[in-house]
T-cell receptor, first 114, second 112 residues
Framework: GENVEQHPSTLSVQEGDSAVIKCTYS??????FPWYKQELGKRPQLIID?????GEKKDQRIAVTLNKTAKHFSLHITETQPEDSAVYFC?????????????FGQGTILTVHP | DGGITQSPKYLFRKEGQNVTLSCEQN?????MYWYRQDPGQGLRLIYY???????QKGDIAEGYSVSREKKESFPLTVTSAQKNPTAFYLC???????????FGPGTRLLVL
């Protein structure tokens, strides 16, 4: 089955700096890669996603890049703010007949210091 | 994701007891999922269902059971066979033509 590795497990930055979280996946057939943000005790919420036919996607301060050849994708957050502090999860899905099953990375605890 | 509800918010289980976690959605989504989250780990898939009266085991189904008698509801039972049930349980749903899963607020299960 699919395996997703996420790094780093913790990331500490100063407000205004950029943050980058990286994930690798094992199944080359995976074609959908969402990123979720989870605040303490809350539900995960989708912040951005990318499909395998796209190399990069941006939404304001957040961007995701995908390298299908290397089987890795990354989340980039620019101009970080204290409210960006949370746990971030990447995930991968085969789509189609996989019934939309997501395989998640282990998560990255992002702390943004004022 | 406001259309997915889970209850209770906290649940306490005594040894040898079965407990059932509720998940309801009013989004008209066909697919529903149950995940388990442990500290420092990602979400792991327990069971999933694409349509009413059909469900499939995920990666960690042992000690759990589900039913899907209605499109809106996908309850999870944690049986006495699950020896380490303490975790945060998250339910999710997805529309048939969508890829995004939306999560409920979760149930925290604790063992007495």
């Amino acid at each position: 089955g699919e395996n997703v590795e996420q790094h780093p497990s913790t990331l500490s930055v100063q407000e205004g700096d950029s943050a980058v979280i990286k994930c690798t996946y094992s199944d080359s057939a995976s074609n959908y890669f969402p990123w979720y943000k989870q605040e303490l005790g809350k539900r995960p919420q989708l912040i951005i996603d990318i499909r395998s036919n796209v190399g990069e996607k941006k939404d304001q301060r957040i961007a995701v890049t995908l390298n299908k050849t290397a089987k890795h994708f990354s989340l980039h957050i620019t101009e970080t703010q204290p409210e960006d502090s949370a746990v971030y999860f990447c995930a991968a899905s085969l789509g189609g007949t996989s019934y939309g099953k997501l395989t998640f990375g282990q998560g990255t605890i992002l702390t943004v210091h004022p | 994701d406001g259309g997915i509800t889970q209850s209770p918010k906290y649940l306490f289980r005594k040894e040898g007891q079965n407990v059932t976690l509720s998940c309801e959605q009013n989004l008209n989504h066909d697919a529903m999922y149950w995940y388990r989250q442990d500290p420092g780990q990602g979400l792991r898939l327990i069971y999933y269902s694409q349509i009413v009266n059909d469900f499939q085991k995920g990666d960690i189904a042992e000690g759990y059971s589900v039913s899907r008698e209605k499109k809106e509801s996908f309850p999870l039972t944690v049986t006495s066979a699950q020896k380490n049930p303490t975790a945060f349980y998250l339910c999710a749903s997805k529309g048939q033509l969508q890829e995004t899963q939306y999560f409920g607020p979760g149930t925290r299960l604790l063992v007495l």
